[in-house]
């Protein structure tokens, strides 16, 4: 039961909702490019994937100071039937805008 509502109250935002079809429509992306592509402050962003991840969408993958998220993979059939009814919605996702600096 519990699961089932951590994944419900992760989806129960608009702004979480775009950053979900971001990932799966981009593929693996770093917080800053999250960030500058959504034009909000890392701590914000940060707070979203961490729910998003919590409620078992998301992987993390660090590299240095960078963190890689991703679509976890495999998905259960619960998450891919909520990934693919997210497709469907008229949401207004930004265009990929990388923030990194290589470093």
């Not at 429509?25 to 729910?51: A, P, W």
């Not at 679509?71 to 059939?77: A, E, G, H, T």
Request: proline residues 2%; charged residues 30%; aromatic residues 10%.
């Amino acid at each position: 039961m519990e699961n089932f509502l951590n994944t419900i109250g992760a989806i129960n935002d608009e702004t979480r909702l775009k950053i979900l079809r971001f990932i799966d429509t981009i593929g693996e992306v770093c917080v800053c490019d999250i960030e500058n592509s959504f034009g909000m402050i890392q701590s914000r962003i940060s707070r979203h994937l961490k729910i998003l991840k919590n409620a078992g969408f998301l992987k993390v993958d660090r590299r240095g100071r960078w963190a890689y998220y991703s679509i976890r993979m495999p998905l259960d059939r619960f998450r891919q039937s909520i990934l693919q009814e997210i497709s469907f919605l008229d949401l207004d996702i930004p265009k990929f805008n990388t923030g990194c600096k290589n470093e």
